[in-house]
Protein backbone atom coordinates (compact mmCIF):
# COMPACT_ATOMS: atom_id res chain seq x y z
CA UNK A 1 0.00 0.00 0.00
CA UNK A 2 1.22 3.45 -1.08
CA UNK A 3 -0.10 6.61 0.79
CA UNK A 4 2.78 9.33 0.48
CA UNK A 5 1.34 12.70 1.11
CA UNK A 6 3.57 15.85 0.09
CA UNK A 7 3.11 19.84 -0.47
CA UNK A 8 3.46 20.73 3.01
CA UNK A 9 5.63 23.77 3.95
CA UNK A 10 5.68 27.45 5.05
CA UNK A 11 2.98 29.60 4.43
CA UNK A 12 1.51 32.70 5.77
CA UNK A 13 -2.06 33.29 7.45
CA UNK A 14 -4.53 33.91 4.68
CA UNK A 15 -2.12 31.64 2.29
CA UNK A 16 -2.97 28.84 0.11
CA UNK A 17 -1.65 25.14 -0.48
CA UNK A 18 -2.24 21.86 -2.23
CA UNK A 19 -1.52 19.15 -0.88
CA UNK A 20 -0.85 15.45 -3.19
CA UNK A 21 -1.35 12.14 -1.97
CA UNK A 22 0.32 9.37 -4.29
CA UNK A 23 -1.18 6.07 -4.24
CA UNK A 24 -1.76 3.08 -6.21
CA UNK A 25 -4.92 2.56 -8.74
CA UNK A 26 -5.94 -0.17 -6.96
CA UNK A 27 -6.31 1.56 -3.80
CA UNK A 28 -7.99 4.72 -5.37
CA UNK A 29 -10.41 1.77 -7.20
CA UNK A 30 -11.32 -0.12 -3.96
CA UNK A 31 -11.31 2.42 -1.14
CA UNK A 32 -12.13 5.89 -0.11
CA UNK A 33 -9.45 8.05 0.56
CA UNK A 34 -9.51 10.70 3.31
CA UNK A 35 -6.81 13.12 4.31
CA UNK A 36 -5.96 13.24 8.27
CA UNK A 37 -4.31 16.14 10.64
CA UNK A 38 -2.08 15.67 13.55
CA UNK A 39 -1.52 19.04 15.36
CA UNK A 40 1.12 19.34 18.50
CA UNK A 41 -0.15 17.62 21.09
CA UNK A 42 -3.65 16.48 19.67
CA UNK A 43 -4.97 13.54 18.09
CA UNK A 44 -4.64 12.40 14.52
CA UNK A 45 -8.53 13.17 13.13
CA UNK A 46 -9.80 13.11 9.67
CA UNK A 47 -11.05 16.10 8.22
CA UNK A 48 -12.18 15.19 4.31
CA UNK A 49 -12.53 12.48 2.54
CA UNK A 50 -13.79 11.64 -0.93
CA UNK A 51 -15.81 8.32 -2.16
CA UNK A 52 -13.76 5.41 -4.42
CA UNK A 53 -17.27 4.69 -5.82
CA UNK A 54 -18.90 7.92 -7.34
CA UNK A 55 -15.92 10.78 -5.90
CA UNK A 56 -18.37 12.23 -2.90
CA UNK A 57 -17.02 14.24 -0.46
CA UNK A 58 -17.19 14.99 2.99
CA UNK A 59 -15.51 17.49 5.32
CA UNK A 60 -15.56 18.29 8.66
CA UNK A 61 -17.74 21.13 9.71
CA UNK A 62 -14.99 23.63 10.24
CA UNK A 63 -13.26 22.93 7.10
CA UNK A 64 -16.14 23.19 4.80
CA UNK A 65 -15.64 26.24 2.39
CA UNK A 66 -11.79 26.51 3.09
CA UNK A 67 -10.75 22.95 2.11
CA UNK A 68 -11.39 20.82 -0.95
CA UNK A 69 -10.67 17.45 -1.74
CA UNK A 70 -10.35 15.91 -4.82
CA UNK A 71 -8.57 13.04 -7.39
CA UNK A 72 -7.17 12.91 -10.72
CA UNK A 73 -7.72 9.00 -11.59
CA UNK A 74 -5.36 9.50 -14.13
CA UNK A 75 -2.83 10.14 -12.01
CA UNK A 76 -3.76 8.03 -8.96
CA UNK A 77 -3.64 10.66 -6.71
CA UNK A 78 -5.57 13.00 -4.47
CA UNK A 79 -5.40 16.29 -3.74
CA UNK A 80 -6.12 18.79 -0.52
CA UNK A 81 -6.32 22.43 -1.68
CA UNK A 82 -6.55 24.70 1.42
CA UNK A 83 -7.30 27.90 1.36
CA UNK A 84 -7.64 31.08 3.75
CA UNK A 85 -4.91 29.64 6.10
CA UNK A 86 -5.01 29.64 9.77
CA UNK A 87 -2.27 29.06 12.72
CA UNK A 88 -5.10 26.47 13.86
CA UNK A 89 -4.21 24.82 10.79
CA UNK A 90 -0.91 23.61 11.76
CA UNK A 91 -0.16 20.20 11.76
CA UNK A 92 1.34 17.12 9.55
CA UNK A 93 -0.92 16.59 7.57
CA UNK A 94 -1.56 12.40 6.14
CA UNK A 95 -3.50 10.47 3.68
CA UNK A 96 -5.21 7.13 4.50
CA UNK A 97 -7.84 4.70 2.88
CA UNK A 98 -10.56 4.90 4.85
CA UNK A 99 -11.72 3.00 6.60
CA UNK A 100 -7.61 2.97 7.93
CA UNK A 101 -6.59 -0.74 7.48
CA UNK A 102 -6.43 -3.12 10.27
CA UNK A 103 -2.72 -3.18 10.05
CA UNK A 104 -2.79 0.53 10.98
CA UNK A 105 -0.76 2.00 8.53
CA UNK A 106 0.36 5.48 7.87
CA UNK A 107 2.39 7.12 5.34
CA UNK A 108 4.54 9.76 5.28
CA UNK A 109 3.03 12.88 6.61
CA UNK A 110 3.82 16.42 5.21
CA UNK A 111 4.19 19.02 7.35
CA UNK A 112 2.04 22.44 6.94
CA UNK A 113 2.89 25.67 9.32
CA UNK A 114 0.59 28.55 9.06
CA UNK A 115 2.67 31.25 10.64
CA UNK A 116 3.68 34.91 9.98
Known amino acids: VQLQASGGGLVQPGGSLRLSCATS????????IGWFRQAPGKERKEIAC????????YYVDSEKGRFTISRDNAKNTVYLQMNSLKPEDTAVYYC??????????WGRGTQVTVSS
Open 96 to 105: NQVPVAATGY
Open 25 to 32: RSTLDRYA
Open 50 to 57: ISSVDGKT
